[in-house]
Nanobody, 125 residues
Framework: QVQLVESGGGLVQAGDSLRLSCTAS????????MGWFRQAPGKEREFVGAIIWVGVSAWYADSVKGRFTISRDNAKKMVYLQMNSLKSEDTGVYYC??????????????????WGQGTQVTVSS
């Protein structure tokens, strides 16, 4: 079982930047891919981006491509989501997730088996 804890959410204005952090513990070494998802009120949880623990592959949803960047620190078992040029539509609860599977470009909620509790990001326009 992988335990995930997100931090770094908050209230910002449109155009601002924010960095979210995710700390992984437990059997984190059994996960291959770390992902970020978000969920706005009344909407389904949606894929934001993902990165593999080994290598350099990362991929993103079209809606955040060019604005968001995922990085990781393997030694600290941490994953980060740098969010720039934030928009009001980026508002939601952001979740860190881990998957024991690997498929380049995977973005389905069902492929991620461990989840954090979420951190709220609110972007005011």
């Amino acid at each position: 079982q992988v335990q995930l804890v997100e931090s770094g959410g908050g209230l910002v204005q449109a155009g601002d930047s924010l960095r979210l952090s995710c700390t992984a513990s437990g059997r984190a070494f059994n996960s291959n891919v770390m992902g970020w998802f978000r969920q706005a009120p009344g909407k389904e949880r949606e894929f934001v981006g993902a990165i593999i623990w080994v290598g350099v592959s990362a991929w993103y949803a079209d809606s955040v491509k060019g604005r968001f960047t995922i990085s990781r620190d393997n030694a600290k078992k941490m994953v980060y989501l740098q969010m720039n040029s934030l928009k009001s539509e980026d508002t939601g609860v952001y979740y860190c997730a881990a998957s024991p599977y690997y498929r380049l470009g995977m973005e389905s909620v069902s492929e991620f088996t461990s989840w954090g509790q979420g951190t709220q990001v609110t972007v005011s326009s």
